[in-house]
């Protein structure tokens, strides 16, 4: 699946089956500081990925 | 996860609840009139000026209250602060500046480089080589041009987009650095001594998290572009805003916890530092201030006048 991180605006393959929730874990994002959206929707934690999915982590930190 | 009130599909869960968008977006507004309500934030008689950045807090805190001013009839406008922070600033204006157009809002820019002669890029060069930080010296003088537009505008209310994960954050800030002071001035009305030339400044967002503000920006589709200063991870705050993150995904409501126990002791430390400081008036630009000459202008001299 492509994941974009907008906080690093990168955009990565992850090519694992698994919940929203493992995505987090595997790229050691703090789930509070998040929205993740998949196909244009937003998700919540328990929701399956696969590999055919796009994914976005969007981040809920902003200002200064 | 289904929505806890309907059968459609949850787009957000909090405290054992989960919400699809319709009740995501019933639940925010509800909480934001609430907070306007219990605290007396806005009255009919007052003119409201809202500190609007352009991000995703500003936009939503305009948004709620727009919603609430037209609802009851209260006079509003926003009003921009550019500080100059090129390739962040200049893009949340171009978001301020088509939401205002889209729902007919009022706005207002005053700039750095107008008031003071420099962007802050420029004065953050001089800030540092002088040993201040970038965010020391952009508060102070945001804050200054904040109060002074409000006030020259006939605002009697000014709004920020302050939530809960700042509030929070100021607290911890202000325990660690021993400053109960400095923590009396918070809450969900700020200040804690009335002066004519002051603007008090309200928080209807007191109760909302970052998440929920994006979660929100994002459903109402928003434009917001993800903005995070430069500057921000030269700051003390960057670091409590992370370890604080770290405790809501160990406790969930950890943030909610500290500003409801703070709410609890605010009243005691509001009377106890409610004489303790006498304001006089700057000798130089004549706003309210503890000393003689006002931070923003002894800033102005160090940082402005070569």
Avoid: W
């Amino acid at each position: 699946m492509k994941v974009f991180i907008e906080k690093e605006n990168k955009q990565i393959v992850f090519d694992k089956e698994c919940t929203a929730k493992e995505l987090l874990v595997e790229l050691n994002i703090n789930p509070t500081t998040v929205i993740l959206v998949k196909n244009n929707e937003t998700i919540l934690l328990d929701e399956k990925l696969s590999k055919d999915d796009e994914i976005k982590i969007l981040s809920v930190v902003s200002g200064g | 996860m289904k929505c806890s009130s309907c059968s459609k599909k949850a787009v957000y869960s909090s405290q054992g609840r989960s919400y699809c968008k319709d009740h995501f977006l019933n639940y925010f507004e509800r909480k934001i009139f609430r907070t306007i309500r219990k605290f007396s934030l806005m009255k009919h008689e007052d003119k409201i000026c809202v500190a609007a950045s352009g991000g995703k807090d500003s936009l939503a805190v305009l948004y709620m209250t727009m919603l609430y001013c037209k609802k009851y009839k209260i006079d509003f406008f926003a009003l921009n602060i550019d500080e100059g922070i090129a390739d962040y600033r200049d893009h949340t204006i171009k978001d301020l500046e088509t939401f205002c157009k889209k729902y007919d809002i009022t706005y207002h820019i005053i700039s750095f480089k107008e008031k003071f002669g420099y962007t802050l890029d420029e004065l953050i060069k001089k800030a540092i080589k002088k040993g201040k930080k970038p965010c020391t010296v952009c508060g102070i003088l945001r804050r200054t041009l904040l109060n002074r537009g409000a006030r020259e505008l006939g605002a009697t209310k000014l709004v920020t987009g302050h939530n809960l994960d700042d509030e929070s954050q100021a607290y911890l800030m202000n325990l660690f650095l021993g400053s109960m002071k400095h923590s009396a001035a918070l809450g969900p009305v700020t200040g804690f001594n009335s002066n004519n030339k002051f603007v008090p400044r309200i928080k209807p967002l007191y109760f909302i998290s970052e998440k929920e503000t994006r979660l929100f920006a994002l459903l109402k589709g928003f434009e917001v572009h993800f903005s995070e200063c430069p500057n921000i991870n030269l700051s003390f705050r960057a670091k409590v805003r992370d370890k604080l993150n770290q405790l809501e995904l160990l406790r969930e409501g950890t943030k909610n916890g500290i500003v409801n126990a703070f709410l609890e002791v605010l009243p005691d430390l509001k009377e106890k530092y409610k004489n303790t400081k006498e304001f006089s008036y700057c000798k130089r630009c004549g706003d309210p201030c503890a000393g003689e000459i006002c931070n923003a202008c002894i800033l102005e001299e160090e940082l402005c006048q070569e």
